[in-house]
T-cell receptor, first 111, second 117 residues
Framework: QQPVQSPQAVILREGEDAVINCSSSKALYSVHWYRQKHGEAPVFLMILLKGGEQKGHEKISASFNEKKQQSSLYLTASQLSYSGTYFCGTEGENRDDKIIFGKGTRLHILP | GAVVSQHPSWVICKSGTSVKIECRSLDFQATTMFWYRQFPKQSLMLMATSNEGSKATYEQGVEKDKFLINHASLTLSTLTVTSAHPEDSSFYIC?????????????FGDGTRLSIL
């Protein structure tokens, strides 16, 4: 089942913060976050594994609540380069190697 | 970092032509490769999972005779769109995953934009 992302789109001014959520109806082994710019391939941001991890990458961090099967991506003090579409991908507990992506969240940063 | 090369980047061809897209992992061995299709402003839709030396596993609704996948080695998988028609026009992206799984992300190729006239 495809994970559900929210919001669908966000417009921010440079320096503002954003949170993107990803939830699944099935038990998860891992959550993957990617950013895709128009016309380009997705770029890997981070993986969170079962165990309730929280990871950080510069001003971008994420958490994974395995009890709720939810993950959130936090963008702090956003920069213009953060614009793009963010996808979460989920891998089920059966670890069949498949990653199913959500519909994406479009983020637009204004100067 | 890990690099996945996808070729060609663009294909424009006539209806009825078969098109082959290559996906190579350049600096790691990819036990599993994935093929996705993406329409404009939409998500990445998984078409099939390809394991080296075995038949690909296709997602529901994907015609295996239409989209032929071959994973001949640990570094190469190919997708052939047979007898392509305008409705097959899309952005096709491959990704690859290495041998050590738990902390390994999928690494994406740059994608192939296919336009069928």
């Amino acid at each position: 089942q495809q994970p559900v992302q929210s919001p669908q789109a966000v417009i921010l001014r440079e320096g503002e913060d954003a949170v993107i959520n990803c939830s699944s109806s099935k038990a998860l082994y891992s959550v993957h976050w990617y950013r895709q710019k128009h016309g380009e391939a997705p770029v890997f941001l981070m993986i969170l594994l079962k165990g309730g991890e929280q990871k950080g990458h510069e001003k971008i961090s994420a958490s994974f609540n395995e009890k709720k099967q939810q993950s959130s991506l936090y963008l702090t003090a956003s920069q213009l380069s953060y614009s793009g579409t963010y996808f979460c991908g989920t891998e089920g507990e059966n670890r069949d190697d498949k990653i199913i992506f959500g519909k994406g969240t479009r983020l637009h940063i204004l100067p | 970092g890990a690099v996945v090369s996808q070729h060609p980047s663009w294909v424009i061809c006539k209806s009825g032509t078969s098109v082959k897209i290559e996906c190579r992992s350049l600096d790691f061995q990819a036990t599993t490769m994935f093929w996705y299709r993406q329409f404009p402003k939409q998500s990445l839709m998984l078409m099939a999972t390809s394991n080296e030396g075995s038949k690909a596993t296709y997602e529901q609704g994907v015609e295996k005779d239409k989209f032929l996948i071959n994973h001949a080695s640990l570094t190469l998988s190919t997708l052939t769109v047979t007898s392509a028609h305008p409705e097959d026009s899309s952005f096709y992206i491959c990704s690859a995953r290495g041998l050590d799984r738990p902390n390994q992300p999928q690494h994406f190729g740059d994608g192939t934009r296919l336009s069928i006239l």
